[in-house]
């Protein structure tokens, strides 16, 4: 038997399936630092939305807001006059400010707020106050505003801050989008490099160690077995240095690849890391639109 028929076709088989696999994955690679680039750039401009969103939420003083509608509103006045809020501790007091007053931002502040103002209505009501606020005071329920000028200034600053809260939750999607996407290609390159590492490994088994063989003698029996002298003068050899220099080029190519690997799994990590808590939920946009949670 012609056993340079058989490694011959081995070595060109093996060469060419990992020729087709590895310009698969290569050109993937390729496509794949393009959009870690695309995705950084859409970070970063997500990152300036949320810093011009958060500048004008603060702009509108929900503080402020929340102040009004507590302090001026004759409709929580007369909930106070009819003892809704009392036989309750200040938090249950608070508890019960939202639940009628739903429309309120929820902020720790309003707690003391609101003590104050229950303070001073229940002194009123003691005086047999007939009139608690004058012409120049706002409201609390925007339904009972007496006053339209006072009810259009607070109405519109209350549509104002809903607006920038959908923009908020529009940041939030767009930013839980780009996370499932980092995590969905941090979970791809795991593959890719197992991949690489067998394509590696394949080069030498299915393609370098055949062509070491050749040529060999019509009918001659193989025989495989290790005697160092051999193996090192069969590598110093002519076609030794030529298998050698062929393998260190193409492992070469695929190291370059594999390295360009860890620097896409390193720059998807760090951009999933700048994707914190704050950029994913409401109260990182402003501390009236939720709670943060306690560590």
């Known amino acids: 038997m012609d056993w340079n028929w058989f490694f011959s076709s081995l070595a060109q088989c093996g060469a060419a399936l ?16 393009e959009k870690a680039d695309s995705f950084q750039n859409q970070f970063e401009k997500l990152k300036a939305q949320y810093t011009e ?7 509108l003083e929900i503080g402020k807001w929340n ?29 019960h400010l939202y639940l009628r007053f739903p429309h309120l931002y929820k902020h720790e502040s309003n707690k003391a707020q609101f003590e104050s103002f229950f303070i001073y209505a229940k002194e009123a ?12 005071t706002p409201l609390t329920n925007i339904s009972a505003i007496r006053n ?36 969905d290609k941090q979970a791809g390159f795991k593959q890719t490099k197992v991949i690489l590492r067998m394509l590696m490994f394949g ?13 060999m003698a019509q009918n001659e029996t193989i025989k495989l077995f290790f005697i160092p002298n051999n193996v090192l003068s069969h590598i110093f050899s002519n076609q030794g240095w030529m298998l050698l220099l062929l393998f260190c080029f193409v492992e070469g190519i695929f190291g370059y690849f594999f390295r360009l690997v860890n620097k896409l799994i390193k720059q998807y990590k760090t951009m999933k890391a700048s994707i914190g808590d704050n950029y994913l939920n409401l109260w990182g946009y402003s501390e009236y639109f939720g709670e943060k949670p306690k560590k």
Do not use: M, W
């Not at 509608?69 to 508890?95: C, H, V």
């Not at 393609?207 to 040529?215: D, G, K």
């Open 18 to 33: 990992i020729g087709i696999i590895a310009a698969f994955i290569i050109s993937k690679l390729l496509n794949e630092s």
């Open 125 to 136: 009501i003691s005086k047999n106050s007939a009139v608690y606020f004058d012409e120049d």
């Open 53 to 59: 969103v958060r500048k004008r939420i603060d702009l």
């Open 148 to 183: 339209p000028e006072i009810y259009k200034e607070l109405n519109d600053r209350k549509i104002e801050i809903e607006k920038h809260k959908i923009d908020a939750e529009s940041i939030i999607r767009s930013c839980q989008i780009l996370n499932e996407e980092i995590q």
């Open 67 to 95: 102040d009004r509608i507590i302090n001026t509103s004759y409709g929580l006045f007369d909930l106070i006059a009819n003892r809704e809020f009392d036989d309750k501790t200040p938090e249950e007091r608070q508890a």
């Open 203 to 215: 080069l030498f088994f299915t393609v370098i160690y055949p062509l070491s063989f050749l040529p």
